[in-house]
Structure formats: structure tokens, C-alpha cells
């Protein structure tokens, strides 16, 4: 038995290495990752296209090796591998993406990637192939249209001409080469991710990850082990480890979306991390260094997220070292135009429409309107226009009754969100000001307060603990 066991063991050692060096000499560059995002092989053709010895690569993070950035704006684009793994189905890019090589060097490249699994359909890591693509002189020009300095009415993505938003830009290109946390604030619609995304892209850590977190679209339980990750055996359902979003942002850029979504106890964890720059996955007991750059959002001033108890003044401090207002587009109405121009050419060019534009007096409507959900509301108007008016030029007929009307239409602006998370946030809001009343009316008695609210003394602590100083 033991010698049969041996004789399998060899065969199955020679067939690894022969796949090995199969795919070391097949024409498309392979690389595979462990779960964790570790690069385990890579063969000569990888080698080639991102400039990096296998030698060199092993052990290191996929993002530090395989940069991936957007042909038209030249944002960085989130490799297919991490899909893959969480999916464990097979996947890729949709289109042709620009891959910046270590010495600079850009190439068109396709990939795709599908998730690796042992005996027993365990995902244990992932495989991505990619090939190079041959495009003509004036398709490997776009990414150039796009740059900062080009002919692109923007940067890095975000489009504006105004002086509001060229300060911002320029603002933008001085600290993004810098290491320090950003709070970024601004009404809701009015382009904030599209701000943390041009720091990281600009930053010396985009050849890693951008791990943007949706502080308010996920439930408060689940968010600390999205954040943190688990032990196996930490909890009733942890059958396996779980790595948290903040091992994913190693080297990158964690992206705290709505943040005010973190109640005071997850925002005093993560005041620890920032402080220490390590944790540990929840029952666990082994630290974790973490090195990556936090930037933060919401949508109002941090002060006043502060006075009212939203955000802890200890985090607020550590988060906002550099602050970043985006302005609401009714305080930049000069870039409407090219912003309407630039969201009816991209719908009709992507559901391949005859190209559309609109008439001086719709534009006129346009541009005075208010946009109380700023650029997305925008940009939703004008993406239904395109697809649904017959001909070629948009006129006042076409417009919505609101905008010719010069009201805004609020009850459409929830539409763009589960009513799930609508109903979340408004009882969020709900329960704060009822208890922050409620404690001050009370001199923060908690007895009286839990025998006013018809509730426990355990609920009215679970309350503060959440919000923090009410």
C-alpha cells in the first residue's frame, strides 16, 4: 500500500510539472493567485507583458504586478480574479482594457479569469489568462484623449471645465501622490466615488487595489466581518476563514462610501487600525499589518456630521486631513452643456443609436434647473432621452414636465435605490432624533428614558452605542 501510494504521489508530481511547463510555453500569459490574492505562478509570456520575473513576482500581491486601467479615461479598472474567486464561476472583462507594464509601457490586452478549486470544490485561488490585442494608430490614441492635459473636457473620468472643478482637479493632483486620508463630502449624485477613484488612479499605490465599501447598504452586523473577515469556528455559519475587505486593500486604497453607515463601535475598530495599522479577523488572535490609504465620504459637511453624533470626533480628526468638497451641479451649471454632449454620445454610441443632440432652448431648461440628485440625475435623464426619442436632435417637447417646469420631481430620486435601504436609512434617522430628544428631555436618564420610550434600559444603551454621543 505505502509503495503504491509513493509510485501515485511521483505521477501525480511529473504530471504538475509537466502542466507546469505546458503553460509556461502556450501563447496567451498566465498567472495563477492563492485565495489570498498571492501570485503562485506565472509564465514567460506574463513575463513579458508586465515586465516582471516570475522569480520576482511570487509572493506578491496580482494588483502590484497586473495594472489594468480604462482605455478611454485611464482610471484603474479592478482585476476579473477576485469575481472569479467570490463568484466560483468563470469571467472576464467585457472590453479591451490597457495594461501598464512595470517600465510604463502600455498594451491593449482581453482577459479572462476562472476560479481554482481542490477535491472537494473548495475555491482554493484563481487563474487569469490574458493576450495582447493589435488596434490601429488612432484606437491607441484614446487613452491619450483622456489624460489630464489632453483633449478630454475633464479628468480622470469626471467631467468639467468651470473653475469649482479645475480647482478641484488641481487639488486633486497635489495630494494624490501623497499618503494622507481624505474625507471627501458632497451631496448625494454628485460624483464622490468618481473623486476617491482619481486619487488612488493618480496615486503610487494604483498598481494595487481599490476597495471601495458601501458603509450604508450593508447591515451593521454583517459590515464588520465584511471589514474585518473571520476565523473558521468564530461564529455559528463561519465554516471557513473569510478574509476581510481591509486585507484586500493592502497596499491600496480602502474607499469608506457613506461612512456615516458605521456606528460608534465599528468606527472605534477602525480609529484602531488607522492608529496601529493592524488588526484581527474576528476570533482571531493573530495580528494583521495592513498598510493602505483610507478615503472617506458623506454626504454633508464632517462638522456637522460631528456636532450631530454621526461621526466620532477622534475618527473625524484622523480622517480628515485633507478635505475635499465636491460641489453640487447647480453651483457649476457652465459644465452642463459638455456634460449633457458627453452622456448622450456615450448611451448612443453603447446601445448603438444614431448619434443625438438637443436644441438651444432644451438646453437653456437644462442648465437652469436645480439637479437636486446633481450629475447621476443628470446623467439618468439624459441616458432616457437618448433611448427613447425618435430622431435626431432632443427638444422642450421631450423633456420632463418637472424640468420644464423648473420643479424638481423628488419622488423620483428614491427610485434609484432598493426600498430596502431606503426604509433602513429613514428608521436610522428616525430612531437618532427620537432618542437624541429623548436623552436630552431627560437629562440622559436612562431609566426615565427607557419608561417614556416603552423600552428596556439594555435597548436605550444599544441605542447610544450605535450613534454614539446623542
Known amino acids: 500500500?505505502?509503495?503504491?501510494?509513493?509510485?501515485?504521489?511521483?505521477?501525480?508530481?511529473?504530471?504538475?510539472?509537466?502542466?507546469?511547463?505546458?503553460?509556461?510555453?502556450?501563447?496567451?500569459?498566465?498567472?495563477?493567485?492563492?485565495?489570498?490574492?498571492?501570485?503562485?505562478?506565472?509564465?514567460?509570456?506574463?513575463?513579458?507583458?508586465?515586465?516582471?520575473?516570475?522569480?520576482?513576482?511570487?509572493?506578491?500581491?496580482?494588483?502590484?504586478?497586473?495594472?489594468?486601467?480604462?482605455?478611454e479615461t485611464s482610471e484603474a479598472?479592478?482585476?476579473?480574479?477576485?469575481?472569479?474567486?467570490?463568484?466560483?464561476?468563470?469571467?472576464?472583462?467585457?472590453?479591451?482594457?490597457?495594461?501598464?507594464?512595470?517600465?510604463?509601457?502600455?498594451?491593449?490586452?482581453?482577459?479572462?479569469?476562472?476560479?481554482?478549486t481542490d477535491d472537494t470544490k473548495k475555491i482554493t485561488g484563481a487563474v487569469l489568462i490574458f493576450r495582447e490585442i493589435k488596434v490601429d494608430e488612432k484606437a491607441s490614441n484614446r487613452l491619450a484623449l483622456a489624460k489630464p492635459g489632453g483633449r478630454s473636457p475633464g479628468f480622470a473620468g469626471m467631467i468639467g471645465q468651470s473653475n469649482i472643478m479645475r480647482n478641484m482637479f488641481e487639488r486633486i493632483s497635489q495630494i494624490a501622490k501623497t499618503d494622507a486620508s481624505v474625507l471627501i463630502f458632497g451631496e448625494t449624485g454628485s460624483g464622490k466615488e468618481l473623486v476617491a477613484h482619481a486619487i488612488h488612479s493618480q496615486s503610487l499605490r494604483k498598481r494595487a487595489d481599490f476597495v471601495p465599501v458601501d458603509c450604508a447598504a450593508i447591515p451593521t452586523d454583517l459590515l464588520e466581518s465584511?471589514?474585518?473577515?473571520?476565523?473558521?469556528?468564530?461564529?455559528?455559519?463561519?465554516?471557513?476563514?473569510?478574509?476581510?475587505?481591509?486585507?484586500?486593500?493592502?497596499?491600496?486604497?480602502?474607499?469608506?462610501?457613506?461612512?456615516?453607515?458605521?456606528?460608534?463601535?465599528?468606527?472605534v475598530k477602525l480609529l484602531r487600525v488607522l492608529q496601529e495599522g493592524c488588526f484581527r479577523r474576528i476570533g482571531g488572535e493573530q495580528l494583521i499589518n495592513v498598510d493602505m490609504r483610507v478615503v472617506g465620504a458623506m454626504n454633508k459637511p464632517p462638522e456637522e456630521a460631528v456636532s450631530e453624533g454621526g461621526l466620532r470626533e477622534d475618527l473625524y480628526y484622523r480622517l480628515n486631513v485633507i478635505p475635499i468638497h465636491v460641489p453640487p451641479l447647480r453651483e457649476r451649471r457652465s459644465d452642463i452643456p459638455i456634460m449633457v454632449s458627453h452622456f448622450l454620445k456615450n448611451t448612443c454610441t453603447r446601445n448603438h443609436l444614431e448619434a443625438k443632440e438637443i436644441s438651444l432652448e432644451a438646453m437653456d431648461l437644462l442648465t437652469n434647473y436645480q439637479w437636486p440628485g446633481n450629475v447621476r440625475e443628470l446623467e439618468n435623464i439624459m441616458q432616457r432621452l437618448a433611448l427613447l426619442i425618435s430622431g435626431?436632435?432632443?427638444?422642450?417637447?421631450?423633456?420632463?414636465?418637472?424640468?420644464?417646469?423648473?420643479?424638481?420631481?423628488?419622488?423620483?430620486?428614491?427610485?434609484?435605490?432598493?426600498?430596502?435601504?431606503v426604509k433602513k436609512k429613514d428608521l436610522e434617522l428616525l430612531e437618532k432624533r427620537y432618542f437624541s430628544?429623548?436623552?436630552?428631555?431627560?437629562?440622559?436618564?436612562?431609566?426615565?428614558?427607557?419608561?417614556?420610550?416603552g423600552v428596556s434600559a439594555r435597548t436605550v444603551y444599544r441605542v447610544i452605542d450605535r450613534y454614539g454621543n446623542l
Request: charge should be neutral.
Open 77 to 116: 479598472v479592478s482585476e476579473p480574479l477576485t469575481e472569479a474567486m467570490l463568484s466560483g464561476e468563470i469571467g472576464g472583462l467585457q472590453e479591451p482594457v490597457i495594461l501598464v507594464a512595470s517600465d510604463g509601457t502600455e498594451r491593449f490586452i482581453n482577459d479572462s479569469a476562472a476560479p481554482i
Open 1 to 71: 500500500m505505502a509503495i503504491y501510494k509513493q509510485r501515485m504521489e511521483k505521477q501525480l508530481t511529473k504530471r504538475a510539472d509537466r502542466f507546469a511547463t505546458t503553460l509556461k510555453s502556450i501563447g496567451d500569459a498566465v498567472i495563477t493567485v492563492e485565495i489570498n490574492g498571492l501570485i503562485t505562478f506565472m509564465n514567460l509570456v506574463a513575463e513579458r507583458l508586465t515586465g516582471w520575473k516570475e522569480k520576482e513576482a511570487l509572493g506578491s500581491r496580482l494588483t502590484e504586478v497586473f495594472h489594468i486601467v480604462d482605455k
Open 392 to 421: 435626431s436632435v432632443i427638444n422642450v417637447k421631450d423633456l420632463p414636465t418637472f424640468i420644464k417646469s423648473g420643479k424638481s420631481d423628488r419622488s423620483d430620486l428614491i427610485f434609484d435605490k432598493p426600498f430596502s435601504e
Open 437 to 453: 430628544r429623548l436623552l436630552k428631555y431627560t437629562n440622559y436618564n436612562i431609566a426615565k428614558a427607557a419608561r417614556l420610550a
Open 226 to 267: 465584511e471589514l474585518f473577515g473571520f476565523e473558521k469556528g468564530a461564529f455559528t455559519g463561519a465554516v471557513n476563514r473569510k478574509y476581510g475587505l481591509l486585507e484586500f486593500a493592502h497596499k491600496g486604497t480602502l474607499f469608506l462610501d457613506e461612512i456615516l453607515g458605521l456606528d460608534s463601535r465599528l468606527q
